[in-house]
């Protein structure tokens, strides 16, 4: 019986039925998309990590080093399995030539290295262990991606040639955030190399248990080792490695959460609409005895069967997707190793929406206890009463169409029905406009201030120098005297030893200058204003405990100062551990130097990138566009992708559900468009009607869903950010596509759909209706 039921319902019903398949078979394809990507990510950088055996403990160091007390250091502390130092050598951009140019332009420390014996692998991209012969150059997989070079072609560096013999994955280094690249050459031509570059070592440890990771580094810095330069750590490996591609799988997590909940509104309408066509039946069936139970298991007999085959397609659909999406990431990372797992997870979330599909279907039918046998028979439709729009009045209307005022008058008498519809239309906006905001945010240069750079036109980047000082100087004077710079600001970074509270001592890098011309976004509190003031990284702040106006005391030019701490920012950078401050300390060594500035004209920043990067050789000079473009660009097309697709998804729910809603409608007010007719309203005066009734749900819904994706909206994409380092976020609008284009969008399409969906009101016969 069962059968025949649904099949004689499905037939009947095409439309409604593929309607809400399409919607069940969308909301289980992105649902299981998520689930199989977030697996497979997890799972290829664990891959990775464990395959190259990353450090758990790394200190980059630019200067001299001795040896001898890093190994004695390495081996009485008893947390340490493995142990070494890595020779980087840094080479400038333009000494490595491609045959599509040269990296000058590069934003990246791009250096060389030889295969590591102990730990810290360079891997190919079939996950093996590179061992290179003379003359071959292996490449990081980042300049696959972007199209810099390819197998086989001819490389020259510092004059001496290449031949790219394969691509290398990097552990460490192959996030985009990771400011530095290696390169992969054999001991000889590393040697031939060497009186090219300027030298840095990876001072890097493998623990016994990574639980020790914390104890272990404040035992590094207590010892006072080598510490020139950036400090990193596996959980930040970690973090980097997944940031791109996990900002992604965040949207598209946003985006299934959101069109799972239209699939249950598309539902409640759906269903809605066949209890208004079959109430009649359902009042024979109750009146000859049939048990509501029995009645309800004919519809769960129907949409268990719509869901179980809209699940299945959409776990299908998910297969033909997520080769596309999972291609660059096997690129970057290789194998996750999961595929099984990715695969059970996949399934175990198609079923949960199943199994809440058939819960919330069971949920809507209780209705049929509250359906009267003798009133269904009678009128063959529910009989409403009215609750609003009393107060409207036609013959006190002096501004309204007629046609208009009832349109109104009957969304505020019947709310409890339009709200459905209001959902669906704010989830709609929501969807449209949440992660087109969040592309924006990403794409915009003001959103480097929230990983840690400031926003400026020109970058000057002195590290692996010698004095630092005097040639940072020699810039700042360059741009006092260039009439075409607006501003400019110098900033030099140096170590300084800070006492904590249980008495034991940490070493902060202190980005030193005017912090307020290229001001980062902060999350707490403000940039440093006074001496005593500092401003610490999220990092620090959490390992340190610290909050705004907390105290921290500072060993500056050999006396201990309490400095407030007067803000709390995010940085990716560095490791992530930085502070900021305005103190000056002549005594203490400068480890690196940063100098931003400002055009007056920006369209001179082609002309002045050239200008100063042949003046100043020995620092890399870049704008921030390239930056931006370099580090977020996997970040910022996979998010536009992403952003672009729930643009379509949108409308498309928009289009159907507004169909079915007024398809629905119409089917309910048979009896009062009967009527109407009799009065002698035209058909063009009920269609208006009911486009009325549309707008007005439409503009409250376009209001409601922009004014929550700016806020709520904002505050979901936040949290999204802060879990990968940033933890202050606001968004980037763009006035044009959320105030305007996007409310455009979905006018058209809901009140097309009213158009079409109304259609059949015209011929509905006033005698029959009324009859009935």
């Keep these: 019986m069962y059968y025949r039921a649904i099949y004689n319902d499905i037939v009947k019903n095409k439309a409604i039925t593929l309607t809400t398949m399409l919607f069940v078979a969308v909301a289980a394809m992105l649902v299981t998309l998520a689930a199989i990507l977030m697996i497979n990510l997890s799972g290829a950088i664990d891959a990775l990590m464990t395959r190259a055996q990353t450090p758990h403990f790394m200190q980059m160091h630019a200067g001299t080093l001795d040896m001898g007390r890093l190994t004695a250091f390495a081996e009485q502390h008893e947390a340490v399995a493995a142990f070494q130092v890595v020779e980087f050598l840094n080479l400038d951009g333009a000494q490595m030539v491609f045959p599509g140019g040269s990296l000058a332009r590069s934003v990246q420390d791009n250096g060389f290295v030889v295969q590591n014996e102990q730990f810290d692998f360079l891997l190919d991209l079939d996950g093996e262990i590179i061992q290179v012969a003379d003359g071959e150059l292996y490449v990081p997989v980042n300049y696959l991606q972007d199209g810099t070079t390819v197998l086989g072609e001819r490389v020259e560096v510092a004059g001496k040639p290449f031949i790219v013999a394969g691509f290398l994955r990097d552990a460490q280094m192959n996030s985009l955030l990771s400011s530095s690249k290696r390169f992969l050459v054999s001991q000889h031509d590393f040697a ?9 070592y990876l001072i890097e440890f493998r623990l016994h248990d990574l639980d020790n990771l914390g104890a272990f580094e404040a035992a590094y810095t207590a010892a006072g080792l080598e510490a020139n330069g950036p400090t990193l750590t596996y959980p930040l490996y970690r973090m980097l490695n997944g940031l791109s591609d996990g900002m992604m799988i965040a949207v598209l997590l946003l985006v299934s959460a959101l069109v799972v909940a239209v699939a249950f509104l598309c539902i409640r309408f759906t269903l809605l609409a066949k209890i208004e066509d079959d109430y009649r039946e359902i009042g024979v069936m109750k009146a000859i005895g049939l048990r509501v139970a029995d009645i ?13 085959v809209g699940s299945l397609l959409g776990f299908a659909l998910s297969f033909l997707f997520q080769g596309v999406l999972l291609e660059q990431m096997r690129l970057s990372f290789g194998e996750s190793g999961r595929a099984s797992l990715a695969l059970l997870v996949g399934a175990i979330s198609v079923l949960l929406v199943f199994l809440s599909i058939i819960a919330y279907v069971n949920g809507v039918l209780g209705r049929f206890h509250h359906i009267s046998p003798g009133e269904a028979i009678r009128f063959g439709i529910a009989q409403e009463t009215s609750s609003g729009g009393q107060r409207f009045h036609l013959s006190m209307n002096k501004v309204l169409d007629t046609n208009v005022l009832l349109g109104l008058q009957d969304v505020l008498a019947r709310k409890k029905l339009y709200a459905t519809m209001l959902a669906v239309l704010v989830l709609a906006a929501f969807i449209i406009i949440v992660p087109q905001n969040l592309a924006n945010t990403i794409a915009a240069k003001s959103f480097s201030t929230y990983m840690g750079v400031g926003n400026s036109d020109l970058r000057f980047d002195l590290q692996q120098t010698d004095q630092i000082d005097a040639k940072a100087a020699a810039i700042a004077t360059a741009l006092a005297h260039d009439s075409d710079i607006a501003a400019f600001v110098v900033l030099t970074t140096q170590t300084f030893s800070a006492r904590l509270e249980d008495g034991s001592e940490e070493r902060i890098k202190v980005e030193l200058g005017d912090h307020t011309i290229f001001p980062l976004a902060y999350a707490a509190g403000r940039a440093p204003l006074a001496e005593n003031e500092i401003a610490l990284s999220v990092m620090h702040a959490n390992e340190m405990g610290k909050n705004v106006g907390d105290s921290l005391t500072l060993r500056i030019a050999g006396h201990e100062q309490n400095l407030t701490v007067c803000g709390i920012y995010s940085d990716v950078t560095n490791g992530g551990k930085t502070a900021k401050a305005i103190f000056t300390d002549p005594s203490a060594d400068i480890m690196w130097s940063v100098i931003s500035a400002e055009l007056v004209d920006a369209t001179l920043l082609d002309a002045k990138l050239v200008d100063y990067a042949g003046r100043f050789t020995f620092a890399k000079v870049s704008d921030l566009d390239e930056f ?22 949108a409308l498309t729910i928009a289009l159907l559900i507004t169909l079915l809603f007024m398809r629905m409608l119409v089917a309910k007010d048979r009896y009062a468009i009967a009527v109407m007719k ?8 009920i269609q208006v009607q009911y486009i009325a009734r549309a707008a007005c749900v439409l503009v409250v819904g376009i209001v409601l869903g922009t004014i ?8 979901l994409a936040g949290a ?10 606001t968004f980037v609008i763009n006035p044009l596509f959320a105030y305007l284009l996007s409310p455009l969008l979905l006018t058209v399409v809901t009140l097309a759909a009213t158009i079409v969906g109304t259609f059949d009101a015209g011929r509905i016969s006033i005698a029959e209706h009324i009859k009935e």
């Design 192 to 200: 031939a190399l060497e009186p090219f570059g300027s030298m840095e």
């Design 296 to 308: 309800k298991r004919i519809y769960l007999a129907t949409y268990a069967g719509i869901a179980a």
């Design 628 to 649: 931006i473009a370099q580090t977020y660009g996997a970040t910022i097309s996979g998010i536009g992708k992403a952003a672009s697709a729930a643009i379509g998804i």
């Design 678 to 685: 009799a009065f002698g309203f035209t058909n063009t005066d």
């Design 708 to 715: 929550l994706a700016n806020t709520l909206g904002e505050a």
């Design 720 to 729: 999204v950010i802060a879990s990968f380092g940033a933890a202050s976020f």
